[in-house]
């Protein structure tokens, strides 16, 4: 089993990734930490591996450790890419 990790080696250790946690830290609505049980540079596999551990966790929560902004951009890239193969 995984040990629970502070939200700032979490971040050090897996910088610009999505990240899955499992029974999550949370304290004033913010993440402070919690067990990785899975990482990805895309969030649609850390997503896909959520849906089959959801259910042997009592919460899990997905973050992101890089900049909100870089993350967006991430979304909108993926976004445009397939607006543009889809218009060829």
Do not use: C
Not at 3 to 20: A, E, T, Y
Not at 28 to 34: C, H, I, L, N
Not at 47 to 73: C, D, H, Q, W
């Amino acid at each position: 089993m995984s040990k629970i990790k502070s939200l700032q080696s979490i971040k050090k250790k897996h910088p610009n990734r999505w990240v899955l946690l499992g029974n999550p830290d949370i304290q004033d609505d913010q993440v402070r930490g919690g067990m990785v049980l899975f990482y990805d540079e895309d969030k649609r596999a850390v997503l896909e591996f959520a849906k089959r551990e959801i259910e042997n966790y009592p919460m899990v929560k997905v973050i992101f450790t890089g900049e909100a902004s870089k993350a967006v951009r991430l979304n909108i890239f993926k976004v445009s890419e397939k607006a543009i193969h889809t218009q060829l």
